[in-house]
């Protein structure tokens, strides 16, 4: 099982940006996003496909079809500017890991 | 205020052991699930082992079966990982984090700022 990201993508301030998540699981079982800015802890920003956690910004939208899953920055700002991974769990429980994307908001 | 923090890092020859432990404040540990992830220098996430709320159901990674321990001590809102066996590649940045559910489900709510392990000889 296993969660394909693109390694990085850029946009400019204010741009939208979208990052995709794809693997076969993301058919059966929910999606959640991290983001991780450098030297800190990651941050859950979506989780349930496409539900945001209280105190994460309007801007952050997920949303899901078939076996991809894309995390969607309206307006990206430059502190919007991190690592962030894609994960989903397997039927026996296992937490899987997309690779990560290098977002650049430049 | 939810916080988690991990301590019990440090540097550890290949084949040694070690135990990382994760305190909890603002929550009650007992009622939600936890786990151990770990993210190698200049690499991605990987997740280790969670454990439910009572204790009761334990999954790990294949990379760590059969050498680490994930347990926890209610009473003292704490989470434990027991390392044995150590590989070079285990090395990395060990995070706890915890669950809104008492069951084990991926939904990573809060995190600590992670321990590092280092395993050279």
């Known amino acids: 099982y296993e969660l394909t990201q693109p390694s990085s993508v850029s946009v400019s301030p204010g741009q939208t940006a979208r990052i995709t998540c794809s693997g076969d699981?993301?058919?059966?079982?929910?999606a959640r996003w991290l983001q991780q800015k450098p030297g800190q802890a990651p941050l859950l920003v979506i989780h349930?496909?496409?539900e945001r956690p209280s105190g994460i910004p309007e801007r952050f939208s997920g949303s899901s079809s078939g076996t991809t899953v894309t995390l969607t920055i309206s307006g990206a700002q430059v502190e919007d500017e991190a690592d962030y991974y894609c994960?989903?769990?397997?039927?026996?429980?296992?937490?899987?890991f997309g690779g990560g994307t290098k977002l650049t908001v430049l | 205020e939810v916080q988690l923090v991990e301590s019990g890092g440090g540097l550890v020859k290949p084949g040694g052991s070690l135990r990382l432990s994760c305190a909890a404040s603002g929550l009650s540990s007992s009622s939600f699930a936890m786990n151990w992830v770990r993210q190698a220098p200049g690499k991605g996430l990987e997740w280790v082992a969670s454990i439910s709320g009572s204790g009761s159901f334990i999954f790990y990674a294949d990379s760590v079966k059969g050498r680490f321990t994930i347990s926890r001590d209610n009473a003292k809102t704490s989470l434990y990982l027991q390392m044995s066996s150590l590989r070079v590649e285990d090395t990395a940045v060990y995070y706890c984090a915890s669950e809104w559910g008492s069951h084990p489900a991926g939904d990573f709510e809060y995190w600590g700022q992670g321990t590092l392990v280092t395993v050279s000889s």
């Open positions: 699981g993301l058919t059966k079982k929910y």
């Open positions: 349930k496909d496409t």
């Open positions: 994960y989903s769990t397997t039927d026996n429980v296992a937490v899987v």
